[in-house]
Each structure stands twice: as C-alpha cells, then as structure tokens.
C-alpha cells in the first residue's frame, strides 16, 4: 500500500505561514539551500515519530476561495482536543470553515483555514465519536 510521504503547502507571506504554524503547532522550518527559490521544508515532530513532514513555497497565484473550503489538498493534523486546537487556530490568525463534526468509529474533526487561505483538518481521535449510548 502506498502512504503519502511528504505535504507541500503555499503561501503568499510565507514568513506569516510559518508563524502561524509555528505558533499553532510548533512546526519547525528550515530554508531550502542551494535552490535559489522560496521554499522551505517543514518539520512536523521527531525521528522515530508517526507522521509526515512537508514543504511550503511561496504561492504563484491567488489562494484557494474560502467558499468552497473542501476544495483542493488539505492536510490534517491529529491533535488531542480539537476545541483547544480550533481556539489555536483562530487565536494565531485563522477561522473555523467547518464546524466539529463526529466521524463515527475515528472521531472529532473540524476544518479550519490558515493565516494563507488554506485549509487543514483537526481530528481528535475517540472511537465513540458520533455513536449513541
């Protein structure tokens, strides 16, 4: 089975992405050398952890509409409480697009956008999620 390896994501102030995602998950990124372009890569934990690393380059174009917030990559992050992430979120400069919803059998998820217009999922893992007593 195949399993994604790396995320890229773009920005039209990078310099402000990697503040938001810095801020709001403690994302590490590190300029790119030798390239000559803006693009930096993106380190989302420690060796040995589960989960992916990423890019992020400097947007050529205009962002995603936030109308059709589903549209295009999105990126989630599993996180332990998705109301705590959700107020990171809009505390560091971006919005809620979908409210928490139950995923039954996985768990909470909501959909927000970043500080760039793009939108990340939060999934907070609990098996009973949308399942009745």
């Known amino acids: ?22 801020t709001v998950f403690g994302w590490r990124f590190d300029k790119w050398p030798g390239t000559g372009v803006d693009y930096w890569t993106v380190n989302t934990g420690g060796a040995g952890e589960p989960g992916i690393d990423g890019g992020l380059s400097r947007r050529p174009g205009p962002p995603p509409g936030l109308d059709m917030p589903l549209n295009g990559f999105r990126c989630t992050v599993e996180v332990p409480s998705v109301d705590e992430y959700v107020g990171r979120v809009t505390a560091a400069g971006g919005a809620l697009v979908l409210e928490t919803t139950a995923v039954p059998g996985l768990g909470w998820l909501a959909y927000c956008a970043d500080t760039e217009g793009n939108v990340i999922g939060l999934l907070q893992r609990d098996t009973g999620a949308g399942t009745t007593a």
């Open 1 to 22: 089975m195949l399993r994604p390896i790396l995320f890229e994501m773009q920005a039209a102030d990078p310099e402000r992405a990697m503040n938001f995602y810095g």
